[in-house]
């Protein structure tokens, strides 16, 4: 019996106005119960996001008690990506979310290793039932085997997932503002922060940004600016560059974004040479 019913009973005198918004809670509530069976029994219906929903902000100072290899060869990537023999990820979808991007760069690029990378548990886990749903519903063609998810926090152990140079493409899509001044240590581009990425991704890679703040956007163009490894593409190179209208109009953010009639900044950036000493 529902809470509901159970205080029709205590209270008889409760309204017939109320009685029937109560019963139709109960209807409404049973006829959800059919459609979870539905989607637990059907290898084609993709999990139902509200029921993974999680507050944006994580902070990345915390201890989550997260599992991480020493060094990037002691990572087994056979159970991230169980039907592919070449393990080498090559692109990384940092803070994916619920994994738009993720699955929109696999299915472009077949060929490459693409792993998302996320803090929050329930939207990891989000991203893993997505992911295990399309390449059950993809089974014939094999789509989809090509990306995978770890829950990992980017800013503190990157290195020790990927080796010097593994990464031709890093995606940082509507990262967490942080607006308050004392958090902007907490942002995903810092100086310190652009020194690892620049280690991981190999001379010529990409590091695409994408964000709907004004403010965010140029704090990530001036630390980008200022580093000596890396240099802004040119307008017509993000214009030409087809990941660009993907991480635009792929993520579950960028979507809400463009609903809601809001601007997207966008900066790229070439990872440059080592100078010589």
């Not at 014939?140 to 493409?169: D, T």
């Not at 991480?247 to 040479?273: D, L, P, Q």
């Amino acid at each position: 019996m529902s809470i509901e019913n159970k205080e029709q009973e205590e209270n008889p005198k409760i309204s017939k106005r109320k009685q029937y918004r109560l019963a139709k809670q109960d209807e409404r509530k049973l006829k959800q119960v059919k459609i979870d069976e539905s989607t637990i029994t059907s290898e084609k219906v993709l999990p139902k996001k509200r029921y993974y929903r999680q507050r944006a902000h994580s902070n990345p100072f915390s201890d989550h008690k997260l599992e991480y290899p020493t060094s990037p060869s002691e990572m087994d990537w056979s159970n991230l990506y169980p039907n592919v023999s070449d393990k080498q990820v090559t692109i990384a979808d940092i803070g994916c979310g619920y994994g738009g991007l993720t699955v929109t760069l696999a299915e472009r690029f077949p060929e490459k290793l693409i792993l998302g990378m996320e803090i929050r548990v329930q939207v990891t886990e989000y991203v893993e039932e997505r992911i295990k749903a399309l390449r059950e519903s993809n089974a014939e063609s094999g789509k989809f085997q090509n990306c995978s998810v770890i829950r990992a926090n980017s800013m503190k152990f990157l290195p020790n997932f990927f080796k010097r140079g593994q990464l031709e493409k890093m995606f940082f899509c509507f990262p967490d503002p942080h607006f308050k001044q004392r958090k902007h240590k907490a942002r995903i581009i810092t100086t310190t922060l652009l020194s690892e990425y620049a280690y991981v991704l190999r001379p010529d890679g990409i590091l695409y940004t994408i964000t709907d703040v004004f403010d965010l956007h140029e704090w990530m163009k001036q630390h980008l600016d200022a580093h000596p490894l890396f240099e802004r593409l040119t307008k017509e190179e993000e214009e030409s560059d087809e990941c660009v209208d993907i991480m635009t109009n792929a993520t579950e953010e960028g979507k809400k974004v463009s609903r809601n009639n809001g601007s997207k900044f966008i900066a790229c950036y070439r990872r440059i040479e080592n100078p010589q000493l």
